[in-house]
C-alpha cells in the first residue's frame, strides 16, 4: 500500500456512503516508522500525521514541521496527566480524553497557555478492562465536565476490540456522539477504514497500511 492508494481507497469510501469528497481526514499514523518514510509521505504533500506518544513525537515533529509548513500532529495514545503540558505544546489535537482528572488539568494548562488543542473524547465501546477511554455510561458526564471546563471537545474516538466486528462499534460512537452534541469522530484505522467512513467517521487513522509493517 501507499498514500496514494489509501487516500484513493478514502476517497471512493466516502463516495459510496454518500458523502462529500474530503469529508473525512486522513491521519497517517507515523508512530514506530523510519523518518525516511515519514519524510517521504511528507514529500508527497500530506500534513496530517498521528502520534502515540509524546516522547516520540516530541523528538520527532519540531524538526519536520519547520521544514514542512502547515504541517499537523494529533495525540492519538494515551496522555499521562504529567506529560499534557507537553502534549498540549506539541500538537494540535488530542483524541484521548478519557477521566475528569485530565480534563481539569487541560482546562488549567489552557489557561496557562491561553490556547488548547482540539479534544476528542476516547470511549471505551468494547468495556475492556486494559483498554483506555471513558465507559459509555460515563460519557455524559464527562462532556458536561468538560463543557463546565470550556474546553474545546470536537468529537468523540474509539478503539473497537480486536476480536469484534468493528461496525458495531463505529455505529455505537456516531450515536453517542450525536447525543452528546459533537461532530467529530475519529474511528477506522488500516483494516477497517471503509467501514467507519460508511458509518460517518470524520478522522480516520491509519498507519501500516501506508508506511509499512511498524518497527
Ligand atoms: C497504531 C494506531 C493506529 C494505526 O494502526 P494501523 O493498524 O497501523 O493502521 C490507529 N489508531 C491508534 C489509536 C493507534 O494506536
Avoid: Y
Avoid at 506539541?90 to 475528569?100: E, G, M
Wanted: hydrophobic share 45%; with cysteine.
Amino acid at each position: 500500500m501507499s498514500l496514494d492508494q489509501i487516500t484513493r481507497r478514502l476517497r471512493a469510501a466516502e463516495k459510496a456512503a454518500g458523502r462529500d469528497e474530503g469529508a473525512v481526514r486522513l491521519i497517517a499514523v507515523s508512530k514506530l516508522q523510519p523518518d525516511a518514510r515519514v519524510e517521504a509521505v511528507l514529500h508527497q504533500g500530506h500534513r496530517l500525521f498521528g502520534e502515540n506518544r509524546v516522547q516520540e513525537a516530541a523528538a520527532k515533529w519540531p524538526g519536520f514541521r519547520a521544514a514542512f509548513p502547515g504541517t499537523e500532529v494529533h495525540l492519538i495514545g494515551p496522555l499521562q496527566t504529567n506529560k499534557a503540558r507537553q502534549a498540549m505544546e506539541l500538537f494540535d489535537a488530542i483524541h484521548t480524553l478519557d477521566r475528569p482528572r485530565l480534563a481539569q488539568t487541560l482546562a488549567r494548562l489552557a489557561q496557562d497557555l491561553g490556547r488548547c488543542p482540539d479534544l476528542f473524547i476516547q470511549v471505551n465501546t468494547g468495556r475492556e478492562p486494559q483498554k483506555a477511554g471513558v465507559l459509555p455510561e460515563d460519557l455524559d458526564a464527562l462532556v458536561a465536565d468538560c463543557r463546565a471546563l470550556d474546553l474545546p471537545v470536537v468529537g468523540l474516538m474509539c478503539i473497537p476490540p480486536v476480536d469484534q466486528d468493528p461496525a458495531s462499534h463505529f455505529s455505537a460512537l456516531a450515536d453517542m456522539a450525536a447525543r452528546s452534541g459533537v461532530t467529530g469522530l475519529s474511528m477506522g484505522m488500516s483494516d477497517d477504514f471503509e467501514a467507519a467512513v460508511a458509518l460517518g467517521a470524520t478522522h480516520v487513522r491509519v498507519g501500516s497500511a501506508i508506511f509499512g509493517a511498524r518497527a
